[in-house]
């Protein structure tokens, strides 16, 4: 899933990508899903996009039967540790000094229901 600005700089090789947030077919199992990548560009960051794009995943995800979503990020990503917990996700595991240097990396989940 991507967010791309309608009228890129021709010389921009990235096309105006600006957002992208995605799982593979690979990474559904059953009803959980584990998201794989999310990353705005440095340039477009603090607007919104990921939480754009992230609720749309979640709900495209529901729509084909996915309740529980799984992500992981390290330690040190501070705006990634904002983020999945302002969306609602929890840590049920940290596997302690993964990366070396004393960087952890925390597993998230989140229980996706059907909307008001
Ligand atoms: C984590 C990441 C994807 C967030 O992307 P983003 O597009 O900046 O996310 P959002 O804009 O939806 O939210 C980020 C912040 O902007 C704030 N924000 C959202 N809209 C805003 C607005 N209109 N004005 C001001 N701030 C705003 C949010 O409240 C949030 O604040 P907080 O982090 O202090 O709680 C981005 O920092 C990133 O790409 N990081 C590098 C890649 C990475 O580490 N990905 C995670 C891998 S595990």
């Not at 090789?13 to 799982?23: A, D, K, R, S, T």
């Not at 999310?38 to 749309?56: D, M, Q």
Request: glycine residues 8%.
């Amino acid at each position: 899933m991507l967010a791309q600005l309608t009228q890129p700089d021709p010389a921009d090789i990235l096309e105006g990508l600006v957002e992208m947030v995605g799982f593979t077919r690979e990474w559904q199992y059953q009803d959980d899903a584990y998201i794989n990548f999310l990353g705005t560009h440095p340039c477009y960051r603090k607007h919104g996009i990921a939480k754009l794009l992230h609720v749309r995943l979640e709900d495209m995800l529901f729509e084909r039967g996915v309740n529980g979503l799984y992500l992981c990020t390290l330690s040190g990503n501070k705006a990634a540790i904002r983020f999945y917990q302002r969306m609602g996700y929890g840590v049920y595991s940290v596997i302690l000094d993964d990366r070396d240097r004393g960087i952890n990396t925390l597993n998230y989940r989140k229980s996706l229901s059907a909307k008001q």
